[in-house]
């Protein structure tokens, strides 16, 4: 009994925080290649098991990220293998959270004006949100080496929404991310 209310507990804790897609107002990605490598020279893909971090994102998302994943590598015109050891390229994914904490100034009245006596104040805001980063390692797989990097930090929203607005928002947001892979003609 205590195990299944710990399991209860854990799953709630996970569909709370919403993957980090759903707000993607604020979505920053950069990149990062070797640019003497032939994109070409490459023709299959496997995808590596996402890396264990302090994220809790549900089973539903990461199939959801895999398959968006998947999806745009193909059209990229890559061919997916399930045999991580025999792709050309191996594709990483991690993704974490960071607690963060916003504060926010602003002036009311005219302080200053009428010197040291100013009718002026300073009001502060201060908000905690959530700040989660996505990172898709690309890499050879013979050579053991990393060929592309795409991190991707936004704003987590705790808003909930249906799976078919999730899966929506999780295919434009590793689109995005794809959108900046180098040109592989």
């Known amino acids: 009994m205590k195990n299944l209310k710990k399991l209860l507990l854990s799953a709630a804790m996970l569909i709370s925080v919403t993957f980090l897609v759903t707000s993607c107002s604020s979505t920053k990605i950069v990149t990062d290649y070797n640019p003497g490598t032939n994109f070409n020279a490459y023709q299959t893909f496997s995808l590596l098991p996402f890396q264990k971090t302090n994220a809790k994102i549900n089973q539903f998302d990461r199939e959801r990220v895999k398959n968006a994943v998947i999806a745009n590598m193909q059209n990229l ?3 997916y293998s399930e045999q ?13 959270t960071k607690e ?3 504060v926010t100034s602003y002036n009311a009245g005219y302080g200053g004006w009428y010197g040291p006596w100013g009718m002026g104040a300073t009001h502060y805001s201060e908000y905690e949100y959530t700040e989660g980063t996505f990172v898709i390692d690309i890499f ?9 990097e795409a991190a991707a930090v936004s704003t987590l ?23 900046k892979y180098p040109s592989k003609s």
């Open 140 to 148: 050879d797989t013979k050579e053991r080496k990393l060929l592309w």
């Open 157 to 179: 929203s705790e808003k909930q929404e249906s799976p078919v607005v999730r899966e929506r928002n999780i295919n434009r947001f590793v689109k995005s991310i794809f959108n």
């Open 100 to 102: 963060k904490k916003s």
């Open 77 to 79: 015109g890559y061919t």
């Open 84 to 96: 991580d050891t025999t792709a050309d390229l191996q594709v990483g994914m991690v993704f974490t």
